[in-house]
């Protein structure tokens, strides 16, 4: 995925040090780092300081993601992905989360793949744009021919929405999350070229001497 150069001597931050689209010519395939995979029953998310995985929360019920949950690498939640979103005013201020179909079951975690973007969910939580970009694994034996979400069986969409529904359920704290919205490659590409537009606008200039 990336050329052995002396920069790579150190692990790069998983955020910053990596491409969002590696390849130009298809925009479609992005790099996805996976934070939690379909077997887990805790949340696990990104230190933005330190790059290490670390644990947010243990699920309040026992719904497990029905795929594997991570972010695009270099993306950001800001002002141009707000304004994709009819029904939110912000962002969330987080990289673009993606969640990726694999027909093999991966169980780890803190690993990069390779992802081709078939389309994505508009959630908005609490008044803030939050899209899940959905993708299936790049030569996957079942879903590697998957081009767009109409490819894909619905019930895996609806399992998707299922669980954005629910898995921010803490006792005592009243839940605002829209999932309704789904939508195709085409405009899963465009949140996607927004997100990349944010990060530029916030996070530039950690780049400006590559």
């Not at 692990?11 to 040090?17: D, S, T």
């Not at 939640?77 to 304004?83: L, N």
């Not at 939110?88 to 969640?99: E, F, M, T, W, Y």
């Not at 590697?144 to 005592?172: C, N, W």
């Amino acid at each position: 995925m990336y050329e052995n150069t002396e920069y790579n001597r150190w692990r790069r931050h998983p955020w910053h040090g990596l491409k969002a689209i590696p390849d130009q010519e298809t925009p479609d395939i992005v790099t996805a780092y996976i934070e939690i995979t379909p077997s887990d029953v805790v949340k696990y998310e990104i230190d933005k300081v330190s790059g290490f995985l670390m644990v947010d929360r243990p699920q309040r019920t026992t719904s497990s993601p029905p795929a594997l949950y991570g972010f695009i690498p270099q993306t950001y939640c800001g002002d141009r992905v707000a304004a994709l979103c009819a029904d939110a005013d912000v962002a969330d201020g987080d990289p673009l989360d993606i969640c990726v179909f694999s027909e093999r079951l991966i169980t780890r975690s803190d690993i990069l793949l390779s992802a081709r973007v078939v389309g994505g969910i508009q959630m908005v939580d609490d008044g803030e744009a939050d899209d899940k970009i959905i993708a299936v694994l790049e030569g996957d034996n079942i879903w590697g021919d998957v081009k767009d979400i109409a490819d894909l069986p619905a019930i895996k969409t609806e399992r998707l929405q299922h669980y954005f529904s629910t898995y921010k359920m803490i006792p005592g704290k009243n839940i605002d999350i829209k999932v309704d919205h789904v939508y195709g490659r085409d405009e899963a590409l465009r949140v996607i070229e927004a997100s990349m537009q944010d990060y530029e606008a916030d996070y530039g200039h950690l780049h400006s001497k590559d």
